[in-house]
């Protein structure tokens, strides 16, 4: 996969991902999701109707911030069927 990906292009993948990959969450993931009182099905909604809204470049690793107007949800691609959800956060 050639990363940095569009937004557009990230988008793209995420939904692709979740029809029919496999997502991941981090420890830190789970526990920002308990923190805020979100759950996996809310993280969910947020991939699939949500915006790429930047990429960055951390810990040797492209991310991605995918966010409604409530939600944001941090992503990084492990191939082109995984997604790990790295963090998220409420508005």
Excluded: C
């Excluded at 997502?23 to 991939?47: G, I, R, S, W, Y």
């Excluded at 949800?73 to 790295?86: H, Q, R, W």
Aim: glycine share 4%; net charge negative; no cysteine.
């Amino acid at each position: 996969m050639d990363e940095p990906l569009s937004n557009q292009e990230a988008q793209k993948l995420v939904r692709e991902i979740l029809k029919s990959g496999t997502v991941f969450f981090t420890p830190h993931a789970q526990k920002a999701m308990a923190d805020d009182d979100l759950t996996t099905v809310d993280v969910e909604n947020v991939l699939r109707a949500g915006w790429v809204e930047m990429s960055e470049y951390e810990n040797r690793e492209w991310r991605y911030r995918v966010r409604t107007n409530r939600i944001a949800v941090i992503v990084a691609f492990g191939s082109e069927t995984e997604l790990t959800v790295v963090t998220v956060w409420r508005f």
